[in-house]
Nanobody
Framework: QVLVIESGGGLVQAGDSLRLSCAVS????????VAWFRQAPGTEREFLAT????????YYADSVKGRFTISRDNAKNTVYLQMTNLTPEDTAVYFC?????WGRGTQVTVSS
């Protein structure tokens, strides 16, 4: 059984950067396609970025391309989402999905 745990969220100011982590256990990590999503109140869950077993296999939503960077450390079974130049519109719960398993999310709040 795959277990996914997100961390790194918090309250930041507009223009700040933040790095989220997604720790995965329970299955060979390199077999898993991992993706980040977010969901703001009253909205549908939005895809942000994905990364394959090879770190050069990345894909981004247009809304975050150039500001967010997804990466993975296979030795630590962890995927990261580096977020820069944050705006209040980035306020949401950020979720990680590994294979078909979702984590519970981590809250990111950006104040103006």
């Amino acid at each position: 059984q795959v277990l996914v745990i997100e961390s790194g969220g918090g309250l930041v100011q507009a223009g700040d950067s933040l790095r989220l982590s997604c720790a995965v256990s329970g299955r060979r990590f390199t077999d898993l396609l991992v993706a980040w999503f977010r969901q703001a109140p009253g909205t549908e869950r939005e895809f942000l970025a994905t990364i394959g077993e090879s770190s050069d296999g990345t894909y981004y939503a247009d809304s975050v391309k150039g500001r967010f960077t997804i990466s993975r450390d296979n030795a630590k079974n962890t995927v990261y989402l580096q977020m820069t130049n944050l705006t209040p519109e980035d306020t949401a719960v950020y979720f990680c999905r590994a294979g078909a398993t979702w984590g519970r999310g981590t809250q990111v709040t950006v104040s103006s």
